[in-house]
Nanobody, 131 residues
């Protein structure tokens, strides 16, 4: 079974930075060679939305328009960890942030933006940005 654990959330003032981590563990039993990872967020009273995604190789990334000039996504496959570096944070970024994984057997350069494209989800880490 594959598990995802997010960390790094917290309370920060507007304009500040946080780095979220998503640690991937577990064994797919040889089904997958790697995982594409996505970050999503859900603010109170709103639907969960895509934030950023990265391919298994790290070569391909996608960002939601409101974060693409402020957030960076990267990965350390040796440590099975994906990072979301969030700079210039705004109160509108306040949400519960989830990471999600899609098992990959081929195509290491594919990244995904839709919830339905991911099979495994973490429990989330809270990010609160004060004004």
């Amino acid at each position: 079974q594959v598990q995802l654990v997010e960390s790094g959330g917290g309370l920060v003032q507007a304009g500040g930075s946080l780095r979220l981590s998503c640690a991937v563990s577990g064994d797919s039993g040889g089904t997958y060679s790697g995982y594409a990872i996505g970050w999503f967020r859900q603010a109170p009273g709103k639907e969960r939305e895509f934030v950023a995604g990265i391919s298994w190789s790290g070569a391909k990334t996608y960002f939601e328009d409101s974060v693409k000039d402020r957030f960076t996504i990267y990965r350390d496959n040796a440590k099975n960890t994906v990072f979301l570096q969030m700079n210039s944070l705004k109160p509108a970024d306040t949400a519960l942030y989830y990471c999600a994984a899609r098992g990959m057997r081929y195509n290491p350069n594919a990244a995904y933006t839709q919830e339905s494209q991911y099979s495994y989800w973490g429990q989330g880490t809270q990010v609160t940005v004060s004004s």
